[in-house]
């Protein structure tokens, strides 16, 4: 059985309600040069990340230690937001839909959010090699949600640069 390593993102230079495609703000850099240390001694392995720019900053301090390219995963990227939505409207649908389950946001927002969430459990769930991954706070509580069989949007709290292993 495959170990992933899912790591979320050092912290953005801007909120999802500012950008959205934020690069890491400083401290976000350090983060990223932290985390890379911390898994340094399991690898090389292969290395993942979401096409979004602060994923993909954080994955280059560990990718360049072990010589490895990053492989972009859309499957591991960011929710997506409701069609129509703003920036600012974004955040308050976002807030919204972590107070409650996956179920539920597929009836208010559209089937494609459990799509969302099957998908990502199942792109993760068919690595067959250890792999560090880089992504998002929501997607990273999706896979916690489908390893445990919980529905609810937000199960833990992940600081910038945790690691969650499966």
């Not at 208010?108 to 998002?136: Q, R, W």
Request: proline share 6%.
């Amino acid at each position: 059985m495959s170990r992933i390593y899912m790591v979320r993102h050092g912290r953005a230079a801007a909120g999802w309600n500012v950008d959205p495609d934020p690069a890491l703000d400083e401290l976000g850099r350090s983060q990223s040069l932290a985390v890379a240390s911390q898994l340094s001694p399991l690898g090389p392995l292969p290395v993942m990340s979401s096409p979004l720019l602060r994923c993909q900053q954080t994955a280059f301090p560990l990718a360049t230690a072990w010589k490895q390219n990053v492989t972009i995963e859309p499957m591991v990227g960011e929710i997506p937001s409701p069609e129509g939505y703003s920036l600012e409207t974004r955040s308050e649908w976002l807030r919204a839909a972590m107070a409650t389950t996956w179920s539920a946001v597929a009836q208010e927002s559209g089937a494609h959010y459990a799509e969302y969430h099957a998908n990502i459990a199942k792109t993760v769930a068919a690595l067959t090699t250890d792999t560090v991954i880089f992504s998002h706070f929501i997607a990273i509580n999706a896979v916690i949600g489908a390893a445990t069989n919980d529905d609810r949007v937000l199960i833990h709290h992940l600081e910038n640069c945790s690691v969650s292993v499966f």
